[in-house]
C-alpha cells in the first residue's frame, strides 16, 4: 500500500478547522494528529523521517494534487456559497492541472492563519538546513518578478511522488531536464586488464566509495574533511575509463550515470549553468556516481577575456567548479588529454588516474579475455603473436573481435579465421588514420 486515504482525512480536517476559524470565528485549534500507518510507504516515511505534525501536513500539501486535484475545491467551496476567490489561501492554476496548486501561502494560512509570528515561524521548513531541502523532498517554487517568495508553487521531488504514489522510485531517464544516463556493464574486475599502478588507485576509490560515511560520521571528520571524491582518469580512447566507471558502481552497488555533455553545454548565455544546476540538485543526497565523459568540453581552460563571450564561458567553468567541490558523492571526469583541462580543476581531485596504451602482455590478456569460448580458434591464430605485433587498446580487439565474428556467422563456419581477424584489425586502423605496422 503506498498511502492510506485516512491521511487525506487528516488534512481534510486540518484545513476544514482552519477556515472555521476564518468565516464563522469558531476558535478550533490545530489540535488534529495524523494517523499512525506503517503498512504504507507515506506512514513508514513519516515515521522513519520521525516528521512533526506540522511537517506532515506540508508534505500531504504537496502530495495531495497528485492524488486528488479537485481535493483543495472541494474544501473550500462549502465556505464560499456564492463563489469568489479566498487569496488568504494562496494557491495557483497550472498550466494542465484544473485543479488548485499550493503555494507556500496556502502552507502559511492552514498551518497558522492570519498570526504573523505563526507564519514567520514557518519559514524555517524551507531553510537549506531543514530535511526537506536536505534530502530534496520539497520545496517552494522560486517565483517570477520578485513576487513574494511564499507565491511560489510548493514542489515534490517527482521520486518521492512515485515513492508515495507506486511504492518505488524509477531510475531517471536521459531527457532534456535530465542530462545523463545510466550506465552500467555485465564484466568483472578481471576483465579489466591496467596496469597495478593503475589499479591500486582505482581500488583508493573504492576504499573510498565503502568508508566514506564511517570516516566522516563514525570518526567525527564532517567540517573537517571537503565532502565528495573528485577524480581524473586521463588517457586514450578505449583505454578502459567508462569500464572501470561502470566496474566500481556495480561492486559498490551504486548507480552510475555518463553525463551527455552535447545537452549540457548550450550557446545561451546561463542555460549551461541550469542544465549543471538541474543535474546536480537531482543527484544531491544520491549515492550515485557521476561520470563526466570527453570531460574537456565542459572542463576546458578558462581563456583570456576579449569579448562577453569569453567573460561568460569563463562563468560557466567558475560555477562548474564551485559545484563539483560542493557535490558530496564522487565525481569522475574522463579525458583523453590531461593538458585539455583547467588547472583550478586538477587542483582540487583527490585523484587523478593514468589510463595508458596497454603493452604486450596485456593485450595478450585483453585478447584471451575476450575471445569467444565458443568458437574454435584455427590452429594458425597466434593470439600471443598478434598482441605483440598490433598496438591495440581493449576497446579496438573487442571491436575486431566482432568484425570476425560476424564474419565466421556469415559464412556458416564454426571458426574464426585469422583472415577475418586481420581484417578487423586493419579496420581499426584505418579507423584511427594509422598504418598498420608491425613490429
Known amino acids: ?6 491521511y487525506l482525512d487528516f488534512l481534510r480536517n486540518v484545513i476544514e478547522s482552519r477556515l472555521e476559524k476564518i ?10 494528529y495524523p494517523p499512525s500507518d506503517l503498512h504504507s510507504e507515506l506512514g513508514r516515511f513519516i515515521n522513519l523521517q520521525s516528521l512533526n ?21 472541494s474544501v473550500i467551496a462549502p465556505f464560499l456559497p456564492n463563489g469568489g476567490d479566498f487569496p488568504e489561501f494562496g494557491g495557483t492554476k497550472g498550466k494542465n492541472h484544473r485543479g488548485i496548486l499550493p503555494t507556500g501561502e496556502t502552507v502559511l494560512f492552514v498551518l497558522a492563519g492570519n498570526d504573523p509570528a505563526k507564519r514567520i515561524a514557518l519559514y524555517r521548513y524551507f531553510e537549506e538546513d531543514h530535511l526537506f531541502a536536505k534530502k530534496n523532498i520539497l520545496s517552494i517554487e522560486l517565483p517570477e518578478h520578485h513576487e513574494p517568495r511564499m507565491s511560489g508553487r510548493l514542489l515534490m521531488d517527482e521520486e518521492y ?16 531536464d535530465f542530462p545523463a544516463e545510466r550506465i552500467t556493464t ?9 596496469r597495478e599502478k593503475t589499479l591500486g588507485e582505482i581500488k583508493e576509490i573504492e576504499t573510498w566509495l565503502r568508508y566514506n560515511d564511517e570516516l566522516l560520521y563514525g570518526w567525527k571528520m564532517k567540517g573537517k574533511i571537503k565532502p565528495g571524491y573528485r577524480v581524473l582518469f586521463h588517457g586514450p580512447s578505449g583505454t578502459g575509463k567508462t569500464l572501470t566507471a561502470s566496474l566500481l558502481g556495480k561492486y ?23 542544465n549543471l544546476s538541474r543535474l546536480f540538485d537531482k543527484a544531491e543526497n544520491k549515492e550515485w556516481i557521476l561520470f563526466f565523459d570527453e570531460a574537456d568540453a565542459l572542463f576546458g581552460k578558462r581563456t583570456s577575456v576579449n569579448d562577453a563571450h569569453d567573460k561568460y564561458a569563463n562563468q560557466e567553468v567558475s560555477y562548474l567548479l564551485q559545484r563539483v567541490e560542493s557535490h558530496a558523492g564522487l565525481i569522475i571526469l574522463a579525458s583523453n588529454m590531461k593538458s585539455n583541462l583547467d588547472s583550478s580543476f586538477t587542483r582540487r581531485f583527490n585523484s587523478i588516474i593514468e589510463f595508458d596504451h596497454p603493452d604486450a602482455t596485456e593485450r595478450l590478456q585483453l585478447w584471451k579475455n575476450y575471445f569467444p569460448t565458443t568458437s574454435e580458434r584455427k590452429t594458425k591464430i597466434d593470439l ?16 575486431v573481435i566482432q568484425f570476425a565474428g560476424l564474419q565466421t556467422l556469415e559464412k556458416k563456419s564454426a571458426t574464426i579465421s585469422a583472415d577475418d581477424l586481420l581484417k578487423g584489425i586493419r579496420k581499426e586502423y584505418e579507423k584511427e588514420g594509422k598504418m598498420m605496422r608491425q613490429e
Not at 23 to 32: C, E, I, Q, R, V
Not at 161 to 176: A, E
Not at 252 to 271: A, F, N, P, Q
Open 384 to 399: 600471443e603473436e598478434i598482441a605483440r605485433k598490433y598496438h591495440l587498446t581493449g576497446a579496438n580487439i573487442v571491436n
Open 23 to 32: 468565516f464563522k470565528g469558531n476558535d478550533t485549534s490545530l489540535s488534529l
Open 186 to 194: 555485465e564484466m568483472n574486475w578481471d576483465d579489466l586488464v591496467l
Open 252 to 274: 559498490t552497488s551504486r548507480d552510475v550515470y555518463r553525463i551527455d555533455l552535447s545537452m549540457v553545454v548550450s550557446k545561451y548565455i546561463g542555460e549551461t549553468e541550469k
Open 1 to 6: 500500500m503506498m498511502y492510506n486515504a485516512s
Open 161 to 176: 511522488v512515485q515513492l508515495f504514489t507506486t511504492g518505488k522510485i524509477s531510475k531517471p531517464k536521459l531527457s532534456s
Open 53 to 73: 505534525v506540522e511537517e506532515t501536513i506540508i508534505l500531504l500539501l504537496a502530495l495531495v494534487p497528485h492524488l486528488d486535484p479537485g481535493f483543495f475545491q
